[in-house]
């Protein structure tokens, strides 16, 4: 089946499920997922039962879809996301970002755990662009012309008024929030100190494995894009060690503020 024709199929299988009219779509990264329990009058579907969809392998990531009420809006929650490190080709990868637009989200908010370059752990940080360096691209074939151009602009692929709203809040809720550029890696190798060198000179103020395919994906479709990076750990170099326990385990310290964050956020978006 054509890629087009398996968007258009899962989204049926959705509609069916009770997912009718989603705003916002919100991808959740590494051990970000509990947010979606927040989630009321759920819908909630299991990945493997979801045609065409992947299947997410990484501990800390559920695997579920939740469709509900999060503060006033109707949301549509990745519990888990796919990694192009999985073995996942980019289209499933970014499968899900065209499902939303689909099914009729404008927005999506895209967070994931992310190694810092400069800001340390336990920072929450505004992505205000990125910088691929994955050496791929989910656009590469046949365009899908009813989503968008051949030749997408990525200028505001990161929609500004999204991230200042971001802003406001966190300071309305006293919640430090960085902005900073995320580059984007294929992993599943941490860094080695070398490259973080080069990457602080590139300009990146954190870098991670994911977020990038979805971004271009959801740019092209023309869908608006809030990015939140959580800084779980110095990145290679800068601290002696690097283990995905401590990755998960720092998000477990900051997903309270993490939480209120993107919930008062999508409130006032
Ligand atoms: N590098 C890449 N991805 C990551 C990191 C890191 O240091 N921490 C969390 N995800």
Not at 95 to 115: E, H, Q, S, Y
Not at 231 to 257: C, R
């Given at each position: 089946m054509i890629l087009v024709e398996k968007i258009k199929e899962t989204a049926a299988f959705l509609k069916d499920k009770g997912i009718l009219a989603p705003e916002f779509g919100l991808i959740l990264g590494s051990g970000?997922?509990?947010?979606?329990?927040?989630i009321e009058n759920p819908v909630v579907v299991d990945y493997a039962?979801?045609?065409?969809?992947g299947r997410s392998t990484v501990?800390?990531?559920?695997?579920?879809?939740?469709?509900?009420?999060?503060?006033?809006?109707?949301?549509?929650?990745?519990?888990?996301?796919?990694?192009?490190?999985?073995?996942n080709p980019l289209e499933v990868v970014t499968?899900?970002?065209?499902?939303?637009?689909?099914?009729?989200?404008?927005?999506?908010?895209?967070?994931?755990?992310?190694?810092g370059i400069g800001f340390g752990p336990g920072t929450l940080m505004a992505i205000s662009d990125h910088i691929n360096l994955t050496g791929q691209n989910p656009l590469i074939g046949e365009n899908l012309d009813a989503f968008g151009p051949r030749f997408p602009d990525m200028s505001d692929a990161y929609t500004k008024a999204y991230r200042e709203v971001a802003h406001q809040t966190a300071e309305k809720l006293g919640i430090a929030l960085q902005e900073?550029?995320?580059?984007?890696?294929?992993?599943?190798?941490?860094?080695?100190?070398?490259?973080?060198?080069?990457?602080?000179?590139?300009?990146?103020?954190?870098?991670?494995?994911?977020?990038?395919?979805?971004?271009?994906?959801?740019?092209?479709?023309?869908?608006?894009?809030?990015?939140?990076?959580?800084?779980?750990?110095?990145?290679?170099?800068?601290?002696?060690?690097?283990?995905?326990?401590?990755?998960?385990?720092?998000?477990?310290?900051?997903?309270?503020?993490?939480?209120?964050?993107?919930?008062?956020?999508?409130?006032a978006l």
């Open positions: 970000l997922g509990e947010l979606a329990e927040e039962d979801i045609p065409n969809w501990a800390g990531h559920a695997g579920k879809l939740v469709y509900g009420d999060l503060a006033g809006r109707k949301v549509l929650a990745l519990q888990g996301r796919f990694h192009f490190y999985e073995g499968f899900p970002v065209r499902v939303m637009k689909v099914l009729g989200c404008k927005g999506v908010i895209v967070t994931n755990a992310a190694g900073g550029v995320y580059l984007g890696v294929t992993g599943p190798t941490y860094e080695t100190p070398a490259e973080i060198r080069a990457f602080q000179t590139l300009g990146a103020s954190a870098v991670g494995m994911s977020t990038v395919p979805e971004v271009i994906v959801a740019a092209h479709s023309g869908l608006k894009v809030l990015g939140i990076s959580a800084i779980t750990n110095f990145a290679a170099g800068f601290q002696s060690e690097l283990n995905h326990e401590e990755v998960v385990e720092v998000t477990q310290h900051i997903k309270e503020d993490f939480k209120g964050l993107v919930k008062a956020i999508l409130a």
